[in-house]
């Protein structure tokens, strides 16, 4: 009798009374389907859990790499803030006070006429607030000659505070100005601008000033 009608002669019903080979491969057959329930419920679960590690695992290296180069230049980045601080405070040093902007006037004055220049208008304006300082614009006229010119200007950028000449307009002076003193010269107009710092108070008053402002 062939292996195929042996199996057709299996009674379900009754396993104990199964030859002892069809015995073995029904507990064969069970015992794989457990274990393919065990691993579709239990195993692949698992799988997923590993693989959501993984991914976590790779998210986590590379916020540490992060980091590491972040605290590898800590020590570059500070040292950068500690330069720039520095320079600052030297810049900051070079803008005058309010006990010292006159002194700084009669020090640009002088320096025009250091230079032969003759002052016809020498008008300080209004400050103007700017963050933590205040820039003073002055309108100067004089008389004089190309050279006097470049003389004044390399004086007041020799000078120890900080100053700058805007605006310039250069034209000759074609009447000679009073009884022809100045024929044949030329006249500069100019705004020399100076800054000077704000104090704790006026900077606490700016700021208010300009909160009134947003609220207007």
Known sequence: MSFVDEMKRLDVNNI???PIAFKGIAIGLVCLTVLGIGIYFDTLGQVNVLRQAQSKEAELKKTYEEKQAK???????KKQMEDMQKVFGEMLRQLPSKTEV???LVDISQVGVASGLEFELFKPEPEIPVEFYA????KIRVNGNFHQ???FVS???ALPRIVTLHDFIITQVKDGGQKGKHKGNLMMEATAKTYRYLDEEEINQEQAKKKDKKKK
């Open 16 to 18: 104990g009374t199964w």
């Open 71 to 77: 605290a590898v230049s800590l020590v570059a980045y």
């Open 102 to 104: 006159a002194a700084l």
């Open 135 to 138: 820039e003073l614009p002055i």
């Open 149 to 151: 010119f470049g003389a």
């Open 155 to 157: 004086g007041v950028a």
